[in-house]
């Protein structure tokens, strides 16, 4: 079975610090895809970045980055210099083959919101 | 590209009732996914469709949800009868592969059963 785990339900900063947002995954596939995304206040999701398994190096997106170590099954977000707009809650997902082996799933975490005072 | 475009975006209706959620995925894609949104669960996969097929509808409640995919442009997810606890926003999504691509989602529906 697959699993996202997002143990930060909320995190409160203030604008300007750099927030890491945690998400560690399970799954028994050795071929699996990982995924953040963005649900502002407006509601809509809105997809920031893919990973597959055999790319471990991390990626860095103006003040995104994010952290992929195999090896503790997380795939970590961080924003850096926080601002306003990065209100959300934030999602991190996974792709994996289902239980048939036929078809992958797209599974999400629980979510964690991120509050950015001024 | 306009998008995964669901409607309606709100549905009030009373308990017992009928309900259709409609979702028009992204020209292209051929996974389609429907999923439901509330504070207490999270967003939960309720089933999915690769090619118009339905691949998984493990995560579909109760016999009273029903889904189709009658051809690569339009969906439906159908409720009957409608319980206060379907309460929900309701999310489609489309992408080319199935769990192995980025998904791209509808607005949603907020459903409110009352």
């Known amino acids: 079975a697959q699993k996202v785990t997002q143990a930060q339900t909320e995190i409160s900063v203030v604008e300007k610090e750099d927030v890491t947002l945690d998400c560690v995954y399970e799954?028994?596939?050795?071929?699996?895809?990982l995924f953040w995304y963005k649900q502002p206040p407006s509601g809509e999701l809105v997809f920031l970045i893919r990973?597959?398994?055999?790319?471990?190096q991390n990626e860095i997106s103006g003040r995104y980055s994010w952290n992929f170590q195999k090896s503790t099954s997380s795939f970590n977000f961080t924003i850096t210099a926080s601002q306003v707009v990065d209100s959300a809650v934030y999602f991190c997902?996974?792709?994996?083959?289902?239980?048939?082996?036929?078809?992958?799933?797209?599974?999400f975490g629980k979510g964690t919101l991120l509050t950015v005072n001024p | 590209d306009a998008g995964v475009i669901q409607s309606p975006r709100h549905e009030v209706t009373e308990m017992g009732q009928e309900v259709t959620l409609r979702c028009k995925p992204i020209?292209?894609?051929?996974?389609l996914f429907w999923y439901r949104q509330t504070m207490m669960r999270g967003l939960e996969l309720l089933i999915y469709?690769?090619?118009?097929?339905?691949?998984?509808d493990s995560g579909m409640p109760e016999d009273r949800f029903s889904a189709k995919m009658p051809n690569a442009s339009f969906s439906t997810l159908k409720i009957q009868p409608s319980e206060p606890r379907d309460s929900a926003v309701y999310f489609c999504?489309?992408?080319?592969?199935?769990?192995?691509?980025?998904?791209?989602f509808g607005q949603g529906t907020r459903l409110t059963v009352v």
């Open positions: 999504a489309s992408s080319l592969g199935s769990g192995n691509t980025e998904a791209f």
């Open positions: 799954t028994r596939d050795t071929t699996y895809y």
């Open positions: 990973r597959n398994s055999f790319d471990e």
């Open positions: 997902a996974l792709g994996a083959l289902n239980s048939g082996g036929s078809n992958y799933k797209l599974t």
């Open positions: 020209s292209g894609h051929n996974s």
């Open positions: 469709f690769n090619n118009n097929v339905p691949i998984d």
